[in-house]
């Protein structure tokens, strides 16, 4: 009985030792509200329940250093974050070893009932627009900057100050991501009116200078390609 006894303590130490040293994968992460969200000084929320899924899924231990959507790039390309969940950029394009794909991702504006409604995107010339501050919305806001006579965006850093700006009357249309209407902030009250812009397919991305992107891209897309519909990222969120 003796014997058993060590060799079982001997394989829980073992097994302890492994998951400890696990390896670690770095993903790019800013808030992202409600899939992305700070709680306590942590980075919760489905998407990240759906990264951390996967990577376990793929033997990884998920790290999520979170910062700025604008500082995600340069970090990426620096090095220090492993890998991107998002859409293959005309900028990256020769920079990245790209996965499958595991999400789409829409770009509208919106308005409430009652607001004159949207046809084109040229429709809000010379007007404003409310956004979150730092995201590109699939380079929709650089076509925004494009706009003759030019529009006002007001850029906010959170959801939460989009209900007083429209009921002060500061603007009347929202850039969002489609996934951003199931919010609270946005769900609750009347049906927000639409109109869609963009579609993009985001993909794990890797920096071609990384000498494991390669193989955590593979692993990754094999890990998530894995896992049940109901508990991939779509079924996550609106679309």
């Known amino acids: 009985m003796a014997g058993w006894t060590c060799l079982a303590t001997l394989l829980a130490c073992v097994a302890g030792l492994a998951s400890a040293t ?36 793929a033997g990884l231990e998920p790290v999520f250093p979170v910062m700025p959507a604008k500082r995600i790039a340069y970090e990426f390309l620096a090095g220090k974050i492993d890998i991107w969940p998002a859409p293959v950029s005309a900028e990256l394009a020769d920079q990245v070893i790209v996965g499958d794909v595991v999400s789409t991702v829409g770009v509208s504006i919106v308005w409430r009932p009652g607001t004159p409604p949207l046809t084109a995107l040229g429709g809000l010339a010379g007007g404003r627009l409310i956004a979150n501050y730092g995201y590109s919305y699939l380079d929709v806001r650089d076509r925004l900057a494009a706009l003759d006579p030019p529009i006002e965006i007001i850029d906010v850093s959170d959801l939460g100050q989009v209900p007083g700006l429209l009921d002060a009357g500061r603007a009347r249309y929202v850039l969002v ?19 869609p812009l963009r579609k993009a397919d985001f993909r794990f991305l890797a920096a071609r200078s990384n ?24 079924a996550q969120w609106p679309q």
């Open 177 to 195: 991501y489609d996934s951003m209407l199931a919010d609270p902030i946005l769900a609750t009250g009347p049906r927000f009116e639409r109109l």
């Open 22 to 57: 696990a390896e670690e994968v770095r993903f790019g992460t800013t808030v992202f509200p409600p899939y992305a969200k700070m709680e306590n000084g942590e980075i919760v929320g489905p998407a990240i329940d759906v990264l951390a899924r996967v990577a376990h899924k």
């Open 211 to 234: 000498p494991r992107g390669q193989e955590l891209v593979d692993r990754l897309d094999a890990a998530y390609r894995a896992l049940p519909p109901e508990l991939r990222f779509n």
